[in-house]
């Protein structure tokens, strides 16, 4: 079968390999769509972070080439004996986690805190760029007919945006903040409006994110550029603050931003992944009780977000920008998402059907 494999920074091939085989509690499942996600453009710009190349992966116990791709949608064609959740035929998608079940937050049920956590499609086992691969029937989840194959492929960047909601322990009719205007950024602006927030907004510079921020759903977009930020959310929030704000960019600006325009006793939930360190004075913190935590992957988020998508409360319209034969990854995937033109890109989703094209 054709997939596509991670064989070194600005290296990814189209190879025919083995297909693979279905293990007793493992769900085998044919393709339909995957998404390019953030972390696998790291790999590709400057990798390798997460892919195992000289020592292999704890739990797959493979190192590189390996085949990428996590956020994909596909058919069930074959099930292990002992799986009962899922039969041929279902539509399905995949919470791409690979979890060690046995460390401390794995038994207190936080799996996306595991100790060994890897993904599917990074770390071997396997991944979305290919026509088939398997899975633990226990992470796959049946979708409704009325979600397209195309959305179910947004079910996992979504569910990024919606567990950040539910670290920050946000409520309908707050005003919350949203740094950043990139694929996290939009999840995190659609499951904020789809859950009731009374404002959301969203700091972004100059570009044409700044548009797609307010078809997710932004009340506001402001440009650290032009204007005080912190003094209009002040404003904006009867000299207040807002209540929530989801730091999405990995900038110490906005994440200093994000912080100082806060109300008293308000929550920054930080997803960005951050390549340096940075200054904080705890004084901002005590001096108004705020709350900093931070969010990874989802926990028990997908049945939601799959019912948000399926019932249209979080439209994603124009969150696909592109759509890719497997063949075409590299130069029209990759390499656009990495290239000049990669402001003007949410997802590009990628297919091995090329019926689907
Ligand atoms: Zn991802
Ligand atoms: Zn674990």
Known sequence: MKAALWYGAKD?????????????DGVKIKVKWCGICGSDLHEYTMGPIFIPVKTPHPITGETAPVVMGHEFSGEVVEVGRNVTNVKPGDRVVVEPLIVCGECPACKAGHYNLCEKLGFHGLMGGGGGFSEYTTFPARFVHKIPDNLSYEKAALVEPMSVGYHSLEVGHF????????????????ATIECLKALGAAQVIVVQRKSVRQEYAKQSGADVVLDPNEVDVVAEIKKRTGGVGADVAFETTGSEQCFHLALGALRFSGTLVVTSI?????????????????????????????????????????PAKGYITKK?????????????????????QVKIIVTPDKSLM
């Open 171 to 186: 409520e309908k009719g707050q005003t919350a903040i949203v740094t950043g205007a990139g694929p996290i950024g939009l």
């Open 12 to 24: 990814i091939r189209v190879e025919n390999i083995p297909e693979p085989t279905v293990k007793d």
């Open 274 to 314: 951050w390549e340096k360190p940075v200054t904080l004075d705890p004084n901002v913190l005590v001096m108004g009780e705020k709350y900093v935590v931070g969010s990874i992957c989802y926990c028990n988020d997908f049945p939601k977000v799959i019912e948000m998508l399926a019932d249209g409360s979080i």
């Open 324 to 344: 890719v034969y497997i063949d075409d990854i590299a130069k029209e995937g990759f390499d656009t998402l990495t290239g000049p033109e990669k402001k003007s």
